[in-house]
C-alpha cells in the first residue's frame, strides 16, 4: 500500500486560498495517478481533483471546479492542490490518494482538515 501524507489545511476565511500537500517518504508520486478527495461533515467523500501519472496515455489534470487546481512538483515528489476563493462549503477533511475514483482507494491517510469560516 502506498501510505501518502496530506498537510497544508487550516483555517482560512471565505474568498482565501490555500495550497494542500500530498507527500510520500516511500514511493516516487509521478508514478501513480493521484486523486484529491473531501470528506465535508455529514457528508460522503467525493473526490474533487486528479492528476495523470507520468506514464498515463493521456496527460490530464481535472477538477471538479476552476477553483481546485492540481499539480505536481516531481522534485519534491509532492502533489498540490491549490483552492481559491474558498467557500465554506469547502470545509471538510482533504485526503490524497493513489487513485481517482474512491472506490479503488485501498487505504487513507489522516487527511487535512480545511475549515472555511468567518
Known amino acids: 500500500q502506498v501510505q501518502l501524507v496530506e498537510s497544508g489545511g487550516g483555517l482560512v476565511q471565505p474568498g482565501g486560498s490555500l495550497r494542500l500537500s500530498c507527500t510520500s517518504s516511500e514511493f516516487t508520486l509521478e508514478n501513480y495517478m493521484i486523486g484529491w478527495f473531501r470528506q465535508a461533515p455529514g457528508k460522503e467523500r467525493e473526490g474533487v481533483s486528479c492528476?495523470?501519472?507520468?506514464?498515463?496515455?493521456?496527460n490530464f489534470a481535472d477538477s471538479i471546479h476552476d477553483r481546485f487546481i492540481i499539480s505536481r512538483d516531481n522534485a519534491k515528489n509532492a502533489v498540490y492542490l491549490q483552492i481559491n476563493n474558498l467557500k465554506p462549503e469547502d470545509t471538510g477533511i482533504y485526503f490524497c490518494?493513489?487513485?481517482?475514483?474512491?472506490?479503488?482507494?485501498?487505504?487513507w491517510g489522516q487527511g487535512t482538515q480545511v475549515t472555511v469560516s468567518s
Open positions: 492528476i495523470a501519472s507520468k506514464d498515463s496515455l493521456t
Open positions: 490518494a493513489t487513485a481517482c475514483q474512491r472506490d479503488l482507494v485501498g487505504s
